[in-house]
């Protein structure tokens, strides 16, 4: 195939942009991050404390519109299926978006029971994950098509895709999702995977596949973690335990249930958007044909911006109170009710079996981290070994389904999968992951 000058030069242009916004690492203020969490850090250095009450009146905003189409007006918005997806709602979405908008006005006023404002559930929801998530997530919703519109997931993919199909079963473009998880944001990479499933470039296996096992917390939020709970003398040891034990279990999530189980098939309101014939001489030509051709069929600048605006509206008022009403009630269970405790008696018993030190204390960690994803390091900061320390770290991050974040993204999304499956997927990477863990720690650290 044959292709314009001026298509060869957008691919390349906007691609490396695109590398040098979400991929590549740089190093600032001491720290290594991404161009992109550079911006993510200017905004909140500068409006982190305002952000809680201007979500709150953006999300109020939205849920009167919400109500309008949803209790109203259900025709309102048949003009457009984005509008109507985000705006007519079933009971459920419905009823979630009410709760976290409430909890927020809540939590910014000042008003309302303690279960719900004090510092330890919608107080950590609103002051400390929410603007993180709101930012990165503002910043990804317009600038993602640089990176999946313009031929650099099609150039890189093709290369990776006799290595990461035979592996993991997904296709070689899923590796950009999980770079811009461990080099950037989580949220990012699940949101990435979630519209390359709704346009037609992932099945609802691979969709999964990529969401469950590769969205991991970046190396700047890892550092955090490892700081917290007092293991930084470890970091390098920790974030390498932490990617081998995502890598290998992996392999063994995507050939068991529920994952394996999940149907080969496209979204159905897009169909499959990927096309297997365009097999050039050499890879290398493959490769850049069909990076051409993706950056010639994508949107000009309008069109990326229509797109952005909507998934901006759909984050703001449809994924945030959702994320809110879900996180905060995961986390009222686990601050005021015994639940815990009880649920992790079982670990605690095992933990005791193979000598881990101070298990009793430590054994609420490894269950609590699906609610939240920096609740295991509040347990694990309180523990005096450092062996359980490292081992509550690596294992809060390798669980990946935390229903504050990553399950509420999901959830939200259109990928087909249910709050049973996604519990049934953390405790399963919880039981495969856990003996990698244990014996890289043992390596590593020692009792």
């Known amino acids: 195939m044959q292709f314009s000058t001026q298509t060869k030069v957008k691919t390349w242009t ?134 999946m519109n313009f031929g650099l997931m099609e150039f890189i ?47 609802k296996r691979e969709a999964m596949n990529i969401a469950t096992n ?47 189980k999940k149907e080969d098939t496209y979204y159905e309101v897009t169909g499959k958007q990927i096309d297997d014939r365009d097999v050039e001489s050499t890879m290398l030509k493959t490769a850049t044909t069909r990076a051409y051709k993706r950056a010639d069929e994508s949107d ?15 984050i703001y008022g449809g994924l945030i109170p959702v994320v809110i009403a879900i996180g905060t009630l995961a986390l009222i269970v686990a601050e005021y009710t015994p639940v815990f405790t009880y649920l992790s008696y079982p670990v605690q018993l095992f933990l005791e079996l193979i000598n881990v030190p101070e298990a009793a204390a430590a054994a609420p960690a490894f269950i609590i981290g699906v609610t939240d994803m920096f609740l295991p390091s509040v347990i694990g900061s309180g523990i005096d070994s450092m062996f359980t320390k490292f081992l509550i770290a690596v294992m809060s991050l390798v669980q990946i389904i935390y229903f504050s974040e990553v399950g509420a993204l999901l959830l939200k999304s259109k990928i087909p999968v249910s709050v049973w499956e996604l519990l049934a997927i953390f405790i399963l990477r919880t039981i495969i992951s856990f003996p990698i863990i244990y014996v890289l720690a043992l390596l590593f650290v020692g009792y």
């Open 300 to 314: 000009g600048p309008k069109g990326i911006i229509k797109d952005g605006t909507l998934n901006v509206v759909d």
């Open 157 to 203: 993919g093709t290369f990776l895709e006799p290595v990461i199909r035979p592996l993991y079963r997904v296709p070689g473009r899923s590796s950009i999702d999980a770079l811009a998880s461990w080099m950037g944001s989580s949220p990012v990479g699940v949101m990435i995977t979630t519209q390359q499933y709704e346009k037609g470039f992932y099945t």
């Open 214 to 260: 590769f969205s991991v917390l970046s190396i700047p939020f890892s550092l955090v973690i490892a700081s917290f709970i007092g293991i930084e003398e470890y970091f390098l040891q920790f974030y390498m335990t932490m990617a081998i034990a995502c890598i290998l279990t992996a392999l063994v999530m995507v050939r068991i249930p529920p994952l394996s």
């Open 14 to 147: 906007i691609s490396i942009i695109a590398l040098l916004l979400f991929i590549v690492p740089v190093y600032f203020n001491g720290q290594w991050t991404i161009i992109l969490g550079i911006f993510a850090d200017y905004i909140l250095g500068n409006l982190e404390t305002q952000i809680p009450a201007i979500l709150a009146v953006i999300m109020a905003i939205f849920l009167i519109i919400t109500i309008y189409g949803t209790l109203i007006n259900r025709n309102a918005f048949s003009q457009s299926q984005k509008m109507k997806d985000i705006f007519v709602l079933d009971w459920l979405w419905f009823t979630l978006r009410v709760l976290g908008t409430l909890f927020a006005g809540m939590v910014v006023l000042g008003l309302g029971p303690e279960a719900i404002t004090s510092d330890a559930t919608g107080g950590t929801m609103m002051y400390s994950l929410v603007p993180i998530l709101a930012t990165w997530l503002l910043l990804a919703a317009f600038l993602m098509p640089l990176l």
